[in-house]
């Protein structure tokens, strides 16, 4: 059985390992001052990241049409496909998931969708999984998702609260946090929810309680160094980290500064990580 994998591009999986492992990545979009980008084009990350503060009108984000879903469904079941394994970001922070499912439908029995509850590299390594699986068939290729969900976790310490706060979807943490002024806000996602874990005072506190986060963790199968536009201080935490507990560590470890999609929601000079524990 061939099966195709699709996922969107808030997974932030690489150009070049979706190439490699053939993975079809939709992509989201970005809206600013009216004028829509797909996700990845148009703008670059650093150069949207530098331009944030200053815009006058908040810049939102869209999901992918149900039409761009079923384009790229259908183009997989041309090329022989038996069945699509399509992954997605959290449903209860975007509506990503709803659009795919809504395209599955056009495909009787021919896909199956899934919520992987997470976001970036929580997202993309539980597409990784499935990839990586999938010569083994469907169930194969399913389980290994549900394996990686579980070992998963997803941490970020934010510069502000601000576009959290104006993104409007995460009442519980806005609400957690809404009486600290000038706070680094450190934060949890799990089971498709924003969980407060923390608030520090300096942007080097929440540094090192990232680092220690890691730490405490125990030995990794997959990392991901995750930033928006502070690429300084994602080096700066894996060289601690290196140095710390090198054999813990698994040997390839990504570092990435995040699709301008969720930066939109968590604004620059975010540092965080992914990781799937052993």
């Keep these: ?20 492992l053939g993975i079809e990545v939709v992509p989201s979009i970005l809206i600013i001052d009216g004028k829509e980008y797909e996700d990845g084009k148009g703008i670059t990350r ?13 810049p939102t984000t869209a999901a992918p049409s149900i039409g761009d879903f079923s384009t790229r469904y259908d183009s997989l079941i041309t090329r022989e496909c038996d069945h ?10 975007t509506a990503i998931v709803n659009s795919a499912r809504q395209a599955a439908q056009e495909f009787p029995d021919k896909i199956t969708v899934i919520d992987s509850t997470s976001l970036s590299l929580g997202l993309g390594f539980q597409v990784l999984a499935a990839a990586e699986a999938a010569e083994d068939g469907l169930d194969a290729a399913v389980a290994a998702v549900e394996a990686t969900r579980k070992r998963l976790h997803v941490t970020a310490a934010l510069d502000t609260m601000e576009y959290l706060k104006r993104s409007g979807r995460v009442p519980a943490a806005v609400t957690f946090f809404g009486g600290m002024l000038k706070i680094k806000p450190v934060v949890e996602l799990s089971d498709g929810r924003i969980k407060p874990i923390g608030a520090l005072r300096t942007t080097k506190q929440a540094s090192e309680r990232m680092l220690n986060l ?53 604004g620059p000079n975010g540092l965080g990580f992914a990781a799937v524990r052993k």
């Design 1 to 20: 059985m061939k099966i195709g994998i699709v996922t969107d591009s808030t997974s932030d999986i690489p150009a070049h390992i979706a190439e490699q």
């Design 46 to 58: 650093e150069d949207y990241y530098n331009r944030l503060p200053s815009l006058q009108t908040a």
């Design 84 to 93: 699509i394994l399509s992954i997605h970001a959290a449903g209860t922070l």
């Design 214 to 266: 890691l730490l405490e963790g125990g030995d990794m199968q997959r990392l991901a160094i995750l930033h928006t536009n502070a690429e300084p201080r994602a080096k700066e935490l894996l060289k601690k980290l290196m140095m710390q507990a090198s054999q813990s560590v698994p040997r390839d470890i990504l570092m990435v500064n995040v699709t301008t999609v969720i930066g939109t929601h968590v």
